[in-house]
């Protein structure tokens, strides 16, 4: 079973950053397509960003060009930085991962089988 946990959430001011780290000790974590998930609070969750095994990278349109995926296979993690916050990026943030072939709906949160526990995301207006 694969162990996913987040950490860097917190209460940040509008127009800030935060980075959201998901650390494994899953050491073929370079053979995994990794994705960050969010739920609004009273809303479902959904996609944010995601980052493929060749470091290809995806992004919902709320949060192209303020946050930025990358993974460090070394180290067998994945960071989020959100910069440019707003209220609307509060959260529930969850790392999610797979190692299923041939992926390509990767908003599809039924694509990852493995999910993280969550870090809380709150920004302040």
């Known amino acids: 079973q694969v162990q996913l946990v987040e950490s860097g959430g917190g209460l940040v001011q509008a127009g800030g950053s935060l980075r959201l780290s998901c650390a494994t000790s899953e050491q073929t974590f370079s053979s995994y397509i990794m994705g960050w998930f969010r739920q609004p609070p009273g809303k479902e969750r959904e996609f944010v960003t995601a980052?493929?095994?060749?470091?290809?990278?995806y992004y919902a349109d709320s949060v192209k060009g303020r946050f930025t995926i990358s993974r460090e296979n070394a180290k067998n993690t994945m960071y989020l930085q959100m910069n440019s916050l707003k209220p609307d990026d509060t959260a529930v943030y969850y790392c999610?991962?797979?190692?299923?072939?041939?992926?390509?709906?990767?908003?599809?949160?039924?694509?990852?089988?493995?999910w993280g526990q969550g870090t809380q995301v709150t920004v302040s207006s």
């Open positions: 980052i493929r095994r060749n470091g290809n990278t």
């Open positions: 999610a991962a797979t190692r299923r072939i041939g992926v390509f709906a990767l908003m599809n949160e039924y694509e990852y089988d493995y």
